[in-house]
């Protein structure tokens, strides 16, 4: 059966190369001090998204981001490797959202798509790591939902069978059409960046990222209609502003503190039998392993 498969997809800052300047004044992170990455689950989930594209004919992906407009590069890494289209949620009123205000912006997105069969994304995200939001777009649409994904194994009969993680183990299940899926990042690694993709798309713009009339490569947007993005606001989606952005945002961060745990003593050992009996002894009085 053709599927229409929407892939929820951030662009993050990387937090793997954290520096002093990684943190404001004010607690919140410094993105411009940060390279901006596709959020690594969600990479992941676009893997298996593709994987159900070529499984089943006629269907199609597309890329769902919120942020601002350098973020339409996140649906063109979509579209470079096997995606069809993106939707870019972009306005200041979008801004400053968590993870309450981010889902009901993705569920008002998805509901204007419309038809949906999978909604599909990555457990979490790398600089928040509440796994919240695939859950609450699940809970505005209710849909179904499946969470801590490693396969999705078929779709057919209008149920898809997954693979997923549990404590202990791994369990199949069967979710009815249309459903809710959050893939961890021990899934399937996305497939590279196709060169003739890349050639294809390396101009797609969303409105806002668009060069200047009359300067180079203008002209190819009237020529080529796939390269302008989706490109949305809270009013094209209909959207309460009181629901998006700081405006529908619960959670507020008090302080992030940068800790550096020190040793207030230090003990040199020898690879004696004694001197490591003696250290195991220690730290079974102390109560800190056993």
């Given at each position: 059966?053709?599927l229409?498969?929407?892939?929820l997809?951030?662009q993050?800052?990387d937090?793997r190369?954290v520096g002093?300047d990684?943190?404001t004044?004010?607690?919140?992170v410094?993105?411009a001090?940060?390279?901006?990455i596709f959020?690594p689950?969600?990479?992941?989930?676009?893997?298996?998204?593709l994987?159900l594209?070529?499984q089943?004919?006629?269907?199609?992906v597309?890329?769902?981001?919120?942020?601002p407009?350098?973020a339409?590069?996140?649906i063109?890494?979509?579209l470079y490797?096997?995606?069809?289209?993106?939707w870019l949620?972009?306005?200041?009123?979008?801004a400053?959202?968590?993870?309450?205000?981010t889902?009901?912006?993705?569920?008002?997105?998805i509901?204007?798509?419309?038809?949906v069969?999978?909604?599909i994304g990555g457990?979490q995200?790398?600089?928040?790591?509440t796994?919240q939001?695939?859950?609450?777009v699940?809970?505005?649409?209710?849909l179904?939902q499946?969470?801590?994904?490693?396969?999705?194994?078929s779709?057919?009969d209008?149920?898809?069978?997954?693979?997923?993680?549990?404590?202990?183990?791994?369990?199949?299940?069967e979710?009815p059409?249309p459903?809710?899926i959050?893939v961890n990042?021990?899934?399937?690694?996305?497939?590279?960046?196709?060169a003739?993709?890349?050639?294809?798309?390396?101009?797609?713009?969303?409105?806002?990222?668009?060069?200047?009339e009359?300067?180079?490569y203008d002209?190819?947007?009237?020529?080529?209609?796939?390269?302008?993005?989706?490109q949305?606001?809270?009013?094209?989606v209909?959207?309460?502003?009181?629901?998006?952005g700081l405006s529908g945002?619960?959670?507020k961060?008090?302080?992030?503190?940068?800790?550096?745990f020190?040793?207030k003593?230090?003990?040199?050992?020898?690879?004696?039998?004694a001197?490591?009996?003696?250290?195991?002894?220690e730290?079974?009085?102390?109560?800190?392993i056993?």
């Open positions: 059966m053709a229409k498969i929407v892939v997809a951030k993050v800052p937090t190369n002093k990684a943190m004044a004010e607690g919140t410094n993105r001090a940060l390279p901006a959020n689950e969600d990479l992941n989930a676009l893997e298996q998204a994987r594209k070529e089943n004919p006629g269907s199609t597309g890329i769902l981001t919120m942020g407009p350098r339409g590069e996140i063109r890494q979509g490797r096997g995606a069809d289209t993106g949620l972009t306005d200041r009123l979008f400053g959202a968590d993870t309450l205000a889902s009901y912006a993705l569920a008002t997105a509901k204007k798509i419309g038809d069969d999978i909604v457990r995200a790398i600089d928040g790591d796994a939001v695939g859950p609450q699940a809970q505005k649409l209710g179904n499946v969470t801590y994904a490693e396969e999705v194994l779709v057919k209008g149920k898809a069978t997954i693979k997923r993680v549990i404590d202990g183990g791994v369990e199949t299940v979710a059409l459903v809710v959050t990042g021990s899934a399937a690694p996305c497939r590279p960046q196709n003739k993709l890349v050639m294809k798309y390396k101009r797609a713009t969303c409105p806002m990222e668009r060069p200047a009359g300067t180079a002209y190819l947007y009237e020529q080529r209609p796939e390269l302008t993005l989706n949305w606001s809270v009013a094209d209909d959207g309460d502003v009181n629901q998006c945002s619960p959670t961060v008090k302080a992030i503190k940068n800790i550096v020190q040793a003593e230090s003990k040199t050992l020898t690879a004696s039998d001197d490591i009996e003696g250290m195991i002894k730290l079974l009085d102390e109560k800190i056993g």
